[in-house]
């Protein structure tokens, strides 16, 4: 039976374009588990592999999305049956393997997570990938010690996905949440989410002058990478903890060792899409239960497939805000 999917071609030329097309089950991928997707959504990488590829797309045509969420349609693989509801991030689907932009998806049964209970489709792509990292960095900081009376917790790039994500997050926990952003006209949207503090970009993404400053932060989460990092370890408290999520503001990190041999300052690094089972399954568990669904909701944008390639550039021109939930049928 034809379905619906966002299809990216590429010509002679080596210029892509995307458009809705119509594809028979049997143009799937190889795979365990084929799926009946219900939502996806938009993340930066999505942006890329809708439009030049940016190196992830090893293969055209393509069907971009790197998560999803729906259910099982047909399974050969134990772990999974028909009429079951699952969520799909990470394991570079949607850049080397065909991803969520479609009403159907095949995929290897290692890849999936049930959907915990309490949560929908829809709800699970509004968390996403972004949310998802974000559940990943709070755990982290937890597993090393993190608790609310330790002090306030700093988010850098709070207005995008991850830091909108994880704002909610913290301050749902109880925590004193400080949130780093360029764009001041945010500052109301992210006391929405629970930030008591608004940090202006500015502040912290000057070079490191004194490797040390006062010690401020018990915790952070930070998605920019870059000077604003390099600031950020020289600012932790005693023994405290930094989850390295993103590089927005650059992948280099000019800064000194001395936050972590005179402070006992840890930087963990944060990655979701080779995450192990275990640690996917607690992830998803701790954002039904931890996550305020009710603040999530309202940093949602909806849209269907046929807007995917105009979402696309907005994301690359970083004009999107909070989390686009992307409904395939
Ligand atoms: P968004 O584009 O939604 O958000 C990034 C935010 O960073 C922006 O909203 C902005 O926040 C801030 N920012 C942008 N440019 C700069 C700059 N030059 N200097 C300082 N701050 C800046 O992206 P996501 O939230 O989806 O992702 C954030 C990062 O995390 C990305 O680098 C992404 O690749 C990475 N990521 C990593 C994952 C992993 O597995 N480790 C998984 C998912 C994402 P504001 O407007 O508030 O200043």
């Known amino acids: 039976m034809a379905f619906n999917a966002m299809v990216v071609r590429k010509d002679d030329q080596g210029k892509t374009s995307a458009q809705l097309e119509q594809l028979e089950l049997d143009q799937l991928p190889d795979g365990d588990v084929t799926v009946a997707i219900e939502y996806s959504t938009l993340n930066y990488k999505d942006g890329l592999c809708l439009g030049p590829g940016g190196g992830l797309v ?26 079951d509801k699952v969520v799909l991030t990470g394991w570079n689907v949607g850049e080397n393997w065909w991803g969520g932009y479609a009403q159907k998806g095949r995929v290897k049964a290692d890849w999936l997570v049930p959907l915990p209970q309490g949560l929908s489709t829809k709800d699970a792509m509004a968390v996403g990938t972004a949310g998802f990292t974000a559940m990943l960095a709070t755990m982290a900081l937890e597993d090393h010690g993190l608790k609310p009376e330790n002090g306030p917790v700093l988010v850098t790039g709070a207005a995008g996905g991850v830091g909108s994500v994880a704002t909610a997050i913290l301050s749902n926990l109880g925590y004193e949440v400080a949130g780093v952003t360029g764009r001041p006209e945010t500052a109301e949207y992210l006391k929405s989410l629970g930030a008591t503090t608004i940090v202006p970009r500015n502040e912290l993404n000057e070079t490191v002058k004194r490797p040390l400053e006062s010690e401020t932060w018990a915790g952070c989460i930070d998605a920019v990478g870059g000077e604003m990092l390099a600031r950020v370890l020289g600012q932790m408290k005693y023994g405290t903890s930094v ?6 503001g650059g992948a280099h990190l000019p800064a000194t060792v001395i936050p972590f041999l005179l402070r006992g300052v840890n930087l963990l690094g944060i990655d979701s899409v080779r995450r192990p089972y275990e640690d996917r399954v607690r992830a998803w568990k701790r954002v039904a239960t931890d996550l305020p669904m009710d603040k999530l909701n309202e940093m949602v944008e909806p849209a269907t497939l046929k807007d995917l390639p105009a979402l696309g550039k907005a994301i690359l021109a970083g004009e999107v805000r909070g989390r686009v939930v992307v409904d395939v049928n």
């Open 58 to 83: 090893r293969n055209y045509p393509h069907v971009p999305g790197i998560d999803f969420a729906g259910t099982v349609e047909a399974s050969n693989d134990a772990r999974y049956k028909a009429g």
């Open 243 to 248: 989850a390295a999520v993103g590089l927005a």
